[in-house]
Nanobody
Framework: YLEESGGGLVQSGGSLRLSCVYS????????MAWYRQAPGRQRELVAN???????NYIDSVQGRITISRDNARNTLYLQMNDLKRDDTAVYYCNRNAKIQCSWGRGTQVTVSS
């Protein structure tokens, strides 16, 4: 069970911090990721973090977005700075694996100009 929060309406250049709480065991062993889906587009992986802490980002968010995790709290974070209109989407978290958890509802991020 995954629950995302922290989205909202923000002006271009603004910041948001998304959170994702995992209700289950062994979160610390999972490779995790943030995904997003913009209207009319397929869901895409934005950033991932391995269980050991190594991170990867897609080119369009590199340098603006930071993924992190708190294994003691079973929580995944996404710090988003210098937001752009193209970042507007519903953001989801899930395992970065072939076998994933059921998708949560996501959290809406809307960036206005």
């Amino acid at each position: 069970y995954l629950e995302e929060s922290g989205g909202g309406l923000v002006q271009s250049g603004g910041s948001l911090r998304l959170s994702c709480v995992y209700s289950g065991n062994r979160f610390n062993l999972f490779d995790m990721a943030w995904y997003r889906q913009a209207p009319g587009r397929q869901r895409e992986l934005v950033a991932n973090i391995f269980s050991g802490g190594t991170t990867n980002y897609i080119d369009s968010v590199q340098g603006r977005i930071t993924i992190s995790r708190d294994n003691a709290r079973n929580t995944l974070y996404l710090q988003m700075n210098d937001l752009k209109r193209d970042d507007t989407a519903v953001y989801y978290c899930n395992r970065n694996a072939k076998i994933q958890c059921s998708w949560g509802r996501g959290t809406q991020v809307t960036v206005s100009s």
